[in-house]
């Protein structure tokens, strides 16, 4: 969200736990080549959404899931990454189990990923 920042009137920025978890987020949202420059930050998640969901489709969305975290985000460790499908609503939930480094608390994230059309 575009909150405001009370003191400074200005937009609020996320730091240490949640910029990670923004930025996890943004890693597994993006698609490669979208970014432009960038060509290989990106997931490419969602083309798996449109295969028949199978235990082997759930496999592979968690590791390419950590395959993108362990590449492009050096601030997490990742502990566990959860996967589970609902066939009839075409999508796919993933939960990321991860530590921020120099901290030992775990942490929690969950996305859902939907198919549009």
């Known amino acids: 969200s575009l909150a405001i920042h009370p003191i400074k009137k200005d937009l609020s920025l996320k730091t240490d736990v949640d910029a990670v978890k923004q930025s996890i987020k943004n890693l597994v949202l993006t698609n490669k080549m979208e970014r432009p420059f960038q060509p290989t930050i990106g997931c490419d998640i969602r083309k798996l959404l449109f295969e028949n969901i199978s235990p082997t489709t759930i496999i592979m969305a968690k590791q390419t899931i ?26 796919l939930y993933i939960t990321v189990v991860f530590s921020v480094i120099n901290n030992s608390d775990v942490q929690e994230i969950n996305l859902v990923l939907e198919r549009v059309r």
């Open 66 to 91: 950590v395959e993108t975290l362990e590449r492009h985000e050096p601030r997490c460790n990742i502990i566990n990454v959860k996967a589970s499908a609902d066939p009839e609503m075409n999508a």
